[in-house]
């Protein structure tokens, strides 16, 4: 049994982190972790809201 | 025609891709214009393109949107960016790279390693340093981590957009991660701000060429950044200004005003506040920019635009110099000329918004 990290994982956009349990060849657990936040949600709170698309399609 | 030598040159290596001499010369000439140097530089950098062998690159993306990313490869057929991009040898580039994990984690530490104090780092995105920079990680490292390590073994770094420049939108009030520009999260570095929402690929390449002809980094103003490209006020250089002095603004979205050109100023246009080369160089191979386009500028270079210049849509207090015509349709009458005849060419009209100018009513 053996427990492999695949970080970064390349070609998208963002970041992103995958682990897997991997037992005779098959895997048998997985998880995923996105590894960057910046709070976006909280930037846009008390903002004018006509320029909330700005802030958010930056994301 | 001589064949050309393959040297690996970044010349040979356009040649290569078929590049014609001719072009190539276009192509100094046009970066000479960009950097604002004199025609005089232009052979100056053909002989840094014939000598120079390519340039290792490796780009580094931390708390970012990979705009800038998606910025350089907007071009569809080659510009003076494409070319240069096409002969730096990019080691490393999470988006578009091949390898993932710790094939990636190699090709990046091949390059530190081997080509230490010889590669260029390209740094995008915001370095979180709150809670220990946990709120960006790439292999278990912290951004912070991996920037000081291939920053500081880098000849050069360039912080490519407003986030890696000053921390950009990741930085906004309240900032909740602690994120800075790249230049203040690895202090000592030698470093180039080259912000913009995203940045402009024209002045990217520029700089590389640049630094390839003089060895050297441009002219830099207090922020980091190349006066070629932030030494002028958007405001000065727009070509709706003419409508700005003479006090034809867009009032509403959509109105004649807009429909034909007018002035941004009053829907919230920070150009008279900001420092960049938009209306010059303009973005997608000089197709337009934002304002050309016609929505008003909002400073996505400048430091701190989120919160320092108000919402995106509220006009700019007190700029000088902005027009209020009485109605632009009376000049033609002669009647608005008999009343101006007093009145200075820049001179500030006073004018109620909606209500007629005392001389309308004569």
């Not at chain 2, 390519?54 to 990313?69: I, Q, R, T």
């Amino acid at each position: 049994m053996a427990k492999i990290a695949i970080d970064p994982v390349t070609r998208i956009e963002g970041h992103l982190r995958i682990e897997a349990q991997v037992d005779g060849g098959k895997v048998t657990d997985a998880w995923s972790s996105g590894t960057m936040w910046r709070g976006i949600e909280t930037i846009v709170k008390g903002r004018d809201p006509r320029e909330c698309w700005a802030l958010t399609s930056r994301i | 025609m001589s064949k050309i030598k393959d040297d690996g040159s970044i010349w040979s290596g356009l040649a290569k891709k078929g590049v014609s001499r001719r072009d190539f010369i276009k192509y100094c000439t046009t970066v000479a214009a960009t950097l604002a140097l004199p025609s005089s530089f232009v052979p100056k950098i053909v002989e840094a393109l014939e000598k120079k062998q390519k340039p290792y690159a490796v780009w580094l993306e931390f708390s970012d949107c990979a705009g800038d990313s998606e910025s350089m490869l907007r071009a569809t057929k080659p510009t003076i960016g494409q070319i240069v991009l096409d002969v730096i040898s990019l080691e490393y580039h999470e988006t578009i790279m091949a390898g993932s994990g710790k094939f990636a984690e190699k090709a990046l530490q091949d390059v530190v390693k081997n080509q230490k104090g010889k590669y260029i780092a390209i740094v995008e995105g915001a370095i979180p340093m709150k809670d220990g920079g946990i709120y960006c990680t790439i292999g278990g490292k912290t951004a912070a981590d991996i920037a000081k390590e291939v920053c500081g073994n880098a000849a050069m770094t360039l912080a490519v957009g407003s986030c890696a420049s000053w921390g950009g939108i990741a930085s906004a009030s309240p900032n909740p991660t602690g994120s800075v520009g790249v230049g203040k999260a690895v202090p000592g570095i030698t470093y180039v701000n080259l912000p913009g929402c995203p940045m402009n690929v024209e002045n990217v390449t520029a700089t590389i060429v640049h630094y390839l002809t003089f060895g050297a980094l441009p002219a830099l103003d207090g922020e980091h950044r190349p006066l070629f490209a932030h030494g002028a006020l958007i405001h000065n250089n727009c070509e709706r200004r003419a409508h700005f002095d003479a006090g034809q603004f867009v009032k509403k979205w959509g109105d004649e005003g807009h429909r034909l050109g007018w002035c941004l100023y009053e829907m919230g246009c920070k150009g008279p506040e900001a420092y960049f080369n938009c209306p010059t160089i303009r973005w997608n191979e000089g197709t337009s920019w934002p304002v050309k386009a016609g929505h008003p500028c909002f400073a996505c270079a400048s430091t701190n635009n989120w919160d320092a210049f108000g919402p995106i849509y509220k006009r700019l207090e007190n700029v000088p110099g902005a027009g209020y015509q009485t109605s632009a349709d009376k000049i033609g009458l002669g009647v608005a000329a008999v009343a101006a005849a007093g009145v200075a060419a820049h001179a500030v009209i006073r004018a109620t918004k909606g209500k007629p100018h005392e001389d309308e009513k004569k």
